[in-house]
């Protein structure tokens, strides 16, 4: 632990009142809260990223690593027009029949064609750096290293 760590501990640690440090029931902590998504939304999600990467072979899928959930977090501090792009896509996208259309290096234009392309690479990216992922690959350390950051 660096030294700044330990003194910026022994700053605040007065500051803490006893209602702070509340004791919080393992009811409350169960559920996970949601960031940006709806019930409704992030189970659509749910089954979405379940499509694109499904559990096979010892491998965990999207379900397993918690992608939706992560996106929820993720999309939460993401700009107002990608939080847009998701809020229309996942009303107006109820399966992947989009991603049978052959791939180009043009953008499309739709909002469901463009929400379906960037839903395949972000649950990809959730997916394979979680820890459930790395974990079943037996590898040390991170994935792709994308969206999970090393702590020192």
């Given at each position: ?104 290096y043009q953008e ?45």
């Amino acid at each position: 632990m660096k030294r700044r760590h330990v003194l910026q501990a022994l700053v605040a640690a007065p500051a803490l009142s006893a209602q702070d440090l509340a004791v919080v029931t393992p009811d409350s902590v169960a559920k996970p809260r949601l960031h940006f998504f709806t019930e409704k939304e992030i189970e659509n999600l749910r089954q979405l990223a379940d499509q694109i990467i499904p559990s096979l072979g010892g491998k965990p899928g999207a379900k397993e690593a918690n992608a939706a959930e992560f996106l929820d977090f993720y999309i939460s501090r993401c700009s107002k027009e990608d939080q847009q792009l998701y809020r229309q896509g996942l009303a107006s996208v109820s399966s992947l029949e989009l991603l049978d259309k052959p791939w180009t290096y043009q953008e499309p234009t739709d909002i469901p064609s463009r929400f379906v392309r960037r839903l395949k690479e972000d649950v990809l990216r959730a997916t394979f750096n979680s820890q459930q992922w790395i974990a079943s690959s037996g590898r040390r350390g991170g994935g792709t290293n994308y969206y999970w950051n090393p702590v020192d």
